[in-house]
């Protein structure tokens, strides 16, 4: 028996909803297993932990969090009461770069049983790596002056180890896909960060020389996700370029709600955090109507990570059978519940 000890971490909004629902899917993945147990250890950091203490999590929290195998997390968020700088870099950024989270991986893929909005998705399915720690995100600049005279700097910071690691993963995980890389650019408008990107990519690919590649600029990229995306297999691209195309891709999904993302330490010196795209929606909480298929196949990310893709593949197929079978929460255009959507993708499952 193989037993795993992940942090939980609602957060605020349909994170309180969709999380605990999708802790229930992967108890059932782990005993159709009969080999994986987890044990889950809940805390209450968000927003309303701020209100009450002044900060986002303990001092204490990010060597709280080392000591578990993995994070869990469901959505960080609310606005109204905390503003988004302060809720995310107090929470969830911090635990990216303090954990050395450096990639992002994000898929989106047309589901069976789902309708897409675009006209002719023709089967799409492709994955976002996005470089996690540095590039258009970096904490470097600050503002001066007042009135009239006031100024803001905000620096993009590209490292080569930054900017290659992220690469290398996109080019190894093309190895077990269809063997195609895209890089996402805007040389032609960023003078100096995306000169760079090109020409580290351009090293990487060299030490690939089997792998198809393409180098593509950011907007016309973005109209070939709503276009054409089939045509992609792994796009790799910059903290901001990847965080605003797998957007994107939950949109053409069909739904932000359902798309699922990863924060790895892919040297797995530290804790990996695993979190759906979607926000913490406070305009839906409380309603018991959130979408529980982007928490759920986090934790199908999850099972991956950890070297359980089978049962993983088995979480997103059960997803599959209950979509064909019509099942589907308002965001989809349905009428079921997060619980009735949580229960009818889990008797697929023991279906599976």
């Known amino acids: 028996m193989e037993k795993y000890e992940i942090a ?34 809940h805390f209450p950091w968000n927003c309303e932990y701020y209100l009450q203490h002044g900060h986002m999590m303990p001092e204490d929290g990010i060597a709280t969090l080392r000591g578990f195998d993995q994070i869990f997390l469901g959505a960080v968020g609310l606005p109204q009461s905390v503003p988004d700088h302060i809720s995310l870099w107090g929470l969830l950024i911090k635990i990216r770069r303090e954990m050395k989270q450096a990639i992002n991986v994000r898929p989106a893929k047309l589901l069976r049983g789902l309708q897409s909005p675009l006209r002719e998705p023709n089967d799409f399915d492709l994955i ?45 995980l093309a190895k077990s896909r269809r063997n195609h890389v895209t890089s996402a650019t805007k040389s032609n408008g960023i003078s100096h960060s995306m000169p760079f990107w090109d ?9 690939y020389g089997v792998t198809d590649t393409a180098s593509i600029h950011i907007d016309a990229l973005a109209a070939f ?14 903290n ?14 069909g739904s932000i709600g359902i798309a699922p993302a990863a924060n790895l330490n ?15 929606a406070p305009d839906i909480a409380g309603k018991g109507i959130a979408n529980p298929i982007g928490q759920i196949w986090t934790g199908k990310m999850m099972l991956d990570f950890l070297g359980f ?4 593949q088995l979480i997103l197929d059960a997803i599959e059978d209950t979509l064909s079978a019509g099942i589907k929460t308002p965001d989809l255009g349905g009428r079921a519940t997060t619980g009735e959507m949580t229960d009818a993708i889990l008797q697929h499952l023991r279906k599976r």
């Open 240 to 253: 901001l370029f990847g965080d605003i195309l797998t957007d994107l891709g939950g949109a053409i999904m």
């Open 309 to 312: 893709g089978e049962i993983g």
């Open 199 to 207: 020409d580290v990519f351009k090293d990487v690919r060299s030490g």
């Open 8 to 41: 939980v971490i609602p957060g605020d909004g349909i994170g309180q909803e969709v999380v605990p629902a999708a802790i229930r899917v992967l108890e059932v993945a782990a005993d159709l297993h009969g080999g994986l147990a987890f044990k889950w250890t």
């Open 128 to 172: 976002v790596v996005r470089e996690n720690s540095e590039g258009e995100y970096s904490e470097i600049g600050g503002r001066i002056h007042s009135g009239a005279d006031q100024m803001a700097i905000q620096n993009a910071v590209f490292t080569r180890k930054g900017t290659e690691r992220a690469m290398r993963y996109a080019f190894e």
């Open 266 to 280: 892919v040297e797995r010196e530290y804790p990996s955090m695993f979190e759906p795209v979607h926000g913490s």
């Open 225 to 238: 996700f709503v276009m054409k995306p089939h045509m992609f297999d792994v796009i790799v691209a910059s």
